[in-house]
């Protein structure tokens, strides 16, 4: 874990994300490269402003604000980058990833009713599908503690560089991981046996040091998978909801639609999600 990326509106949010960014930053000795896009933030861009100064202006006003938001006690002794864009486009979060080699990007997110500012709406599934790096986005920081996480999974074969990848990310920070298979009604339903199947034949295609036993599964009955993911977590309590997702279509199987930003937008806990 070398370099973080936390898109920043200057909302409390953002500052929420900010401050998970660095107490991992400062677990892992990483810098935290936060971008604005002004665009999208009223924080910056007022109706006053709008049409009499130049594009200019609205970077060194935003430099301005950064300097602001970064004077934070616990930024002290971290590494940080301030990128300013100067248009809305989610698209080049992704070319930020790339250019800076982040591995990590952490967003805030408004709880229940959907994220705010810069995220709102299809603009946070726009990041989550299109990141190529493992996306973590959280609601507020007043007890930020991960040991343990539910990874729900489809275990079909598209899912398995994905699922080590998660692997490998829950094992760098000490997460013990459940998995999960939300087995839905009607033309979905699984029975026990073919269940059992799709999972022993994932496990058999991973490498020695990530099989497990497909007892290690929980099969959950659900009528969709969201309320089977969020009744799953709040009976045992979890720390962190994680999903893979897909690049083309939101989050693969029975991921896709608009479940994937639900899931995303009304977990009380913090979600991570990986891209297959």
């Known amino acids: 874990m070398k370099k973080i990326l936390v898109p920043?509106?200057?909302?409390?949010?953002?500052?929420?994300?900010?401050?998970?960014?660095?107490?991992?930053?400062?677990?892992?000795?990483?810098?935290?490269?936060?971008?604005?896009?002004?665009?999208?933030?009223?924080?910056?861009?007022?109706?006053?402003?709008?049409g009499t100064i130049d594009s200019l202006f609205f970077v060194k006003l935003a430099q301005?604000?950064?300097?602001?938001?970064?004077n934070k006690p616990y930024l002290e002794g971290l590494s940080i980058q301030q990128v300013v864009k100067n248009y809305q486009d989610f698209g080049v979060i992704e070319e930020l990833v790339i250019e800076h080699e982040a591995d990590l990007i952490v967003m805030g997110s408004h709880g229940s009713s959907g994220l705010t500012e810069m995220f709102v709406g299809s603009?946070?599934?726009?990041?989550?599908?299109?990141?190529?790096?493992?996306?973590?986005?959280?609601?507020d920081t007043d007890d930020f503690t991960?040991?343990?996480?539910?990874?729900?999974?489809?275990?079909?074969?598209?899912n398995l560089e994905v699922f080590k990848r998660a692997m490998a990310f829950f094992k760098l920070f000490d997460i013990e991981v459940k998995l999960l298979f939300v087995n839905l009604p009607a033309e979905s339903f699984m029975n026990t046996?073919?269940?059992?199947?799709?999972?022993?034949?994932?496990?058999n295609q991973l490498d020695p040091e990530d099989r497990f036993n497909s007892d290690d599964v929980l099969i959950y009955n659900d009528y969709t998978v969201e309320s089977g993911v969020f009744n799953y977590a709040d009976g045992i309590d979890i720390d962190m909801?994680?999903?893979p997702t897909h690049g083309r279509k939101g989050l693969a199987h029975f991921f896709t639609g608009s479940i994937g930003e639900d899931i995303v937008n009304h977990a009380e806990r913090p979600v991570l999600t990986f891209k297959i």
Do not use: Q, W
């Not at 301005?64 to 970064?70: A, D, G, M, N, R």
């Not at 991960?146 to 598209?158: L, N, P, S």
């Not at 046996?193 to 496990?203: A, Q």
């Open 123 to 139: 603009n946070t599934e726009k990041v989550v599908r299109r990141s190529s790096v493992p996306v973590l986005v959280v609601k």
């Open 8 to 50: 920043v509106d200057f909302s409390t949010y953002a500052e929420n994300a900010l401050k998970v960014a660095a107490d991992i930053a400062r677990k892992h000795n990483a810098e935290i490269i936060t971008v604005h896009m002004m665009g999208i933030s009223n924080a910056v861009l007022t109706k006053d402003h709008v």
């Open 241 to 243: 909801i994680s999903l």
């Open 64 to 70: 301005s604000k950064f300097e602001e938001f970064l």
């Open 193 to 203: 046996s073919e269940i059992s199947k799709r999972i022993d034949t994932f496990v």
């Open 146 to 158: 991960i040991k343990d996480a539910v990874f729900a999974c489809d275990f079909r074969e598209e």
